[in-house]
Every structure is written in C-alpha cells, then in structure tokens.
C-alpha cells in the first residue's frame, strides 16, 4: 500500500511540473551568484534578495494590477540590495560573507516587518491569475506521455531560466566580456594592469 502511493506520487505529473517550476526559481538567483563569484565577490546574500524581491513583487503587483510591474518592482528591489552588497563588499572591502549573512537577516526582518504592518498581521495577500506569470504550453509537445506536461506545459519563468542559463554559459567562456570577469575574479591585478576597471566589472557582476 505505502510502496503504490509512493510510486503514484513519483509518477505524479503535477509534482515534477511544480519541482522544475520552483527549481527554476532558485536557479535565477544561483546564475546571478555565480557570476559574482566569478568576478571575486562572493556572494551569500542572495536570500535576502530574494525575499525583498519577492515582497517587492507581491506588493507591486497588487498596487499597479500589473504582472509587468511586479516584475519590474522584484527587479529593483532585488537590485538594490545587490547594491548595498556591492558598496560594503567592494568600496569597504567589509568580509564579504558576513556582509551576506547581515543582509540575509536584515531582509528577513524588513520584509515580515513591513508585511505586518501592510496587512496586519493577516500573511501574504493572495494574487489573482491575473497578477501571476503565465502557462506557456508548447502546443502539440505538451501531449507526449509523462514528459509533455512536465517540461512543455511551463511557467514563462522556467524557460527564462534556461535561455539565461544557456547565455550566461556562453558569455562567460566565449566571449571578451566573459574572459574580462573571469580575469578580474582570478587575476585582478594582472586584469588592472591589462587595462580592465576591476571595480566597475565587480560592480556589473554584483548588482546585474
């Protein structure tokens, strides 16, 4: 009995859909990580990020009725932050881990403080279908048995993530921009001397 329901689970459609989806979520944050490391900043404050993006998305969609706007808002938001860890890390040459480990808290309390105050203790406001990212279904790949549904019946965020993957891929070993963050990030001194603004590259890759 435990091994059929494990086994419908598994087998399940809706859990792997949801699986890729929110893997999908936390791989846009690790792309953006993952470029900073390379420019030699590291960066563990992508979780605070992610919660001041998330708040600032929920919030700005609600207010502007706008997916677009949300957006944009979680964007900003996000961006900001990644200032704040660029300026401490970069022109205060502060530890950068503990610089993370204070933004990842300091996000966590400003976003459950302002959500409290907004709604009064009551949680998360809900978003209508309409404030949510679409279902792109992929027309007729969407009906192969088991894979169809999975990975041609998607959030528009999940095959974002795989075209940013594929171009950050790309960017970083085949191309002048990529050899210049992977240079500032391995040999910065040798990058300053060949000409590269070590500091605005580390900047770009921090807050981009």
């Known amino acids: 009995m435990f091994l059929q329901v494990l086994l419908r689970v598994v ?9 890729l989806q929110f893997g999908a979520l936390l791989l846009l944050p690790a792309l953006g990580g993952v470029i900073s490391e390379r420019s030699g900043v590291v960066n563990i404050a992508m979780e605070g990020m992610m919660l001041t993006g998330a708040y600032a998305g929920v919030m700005t969609a609600l207010a502007t009725h706008s997916v677009l706007g949300g957006v944009l808002g979680a964007i900003i938001a996000g961006g900001l932050m990644s200032l704040v860890h660029a300026i401490v890390s970069i022109n205060f040459k502060a530890n950068q881990i503990v610089s993370g480990i204070a933004i990842n808290i300091a996000a966590l309390g400003l976003t459950n403080y302002l959500l409290f105050i907004q709604t009064g203790g009551q949680g998360v406001p809900s978003l209508t279908n309409a404030l949510r990212l679409p279902i792109l279904s992929l027309g007729p790949l969407v009906s192969i048995p088991f894979l169809g549904p ?47 603004n070590v500091r605005l590259v580390r900047y770009c890759c921090v807050i981009g």
Do not use: C, K, M
Not at 11 to 19: A, P
């Open 150 to 196: 999975i990975l041609f019946q998607q959030n528009v965020i999940f095959y974002v993530a795989i075209l940013i993957l594929a171009g950050i891929q790309f960017l970083l070993f085949r191309t002048n921009i990529g050899l210049r963050i992977r240079a500032v990030g391995e040999h910065p001194q040798a990058a300053d001397t060949a000409g590269v």
């Open 11 to 19: 087998l399940s459609t809706d859990l792997w859909q949801s699986t």
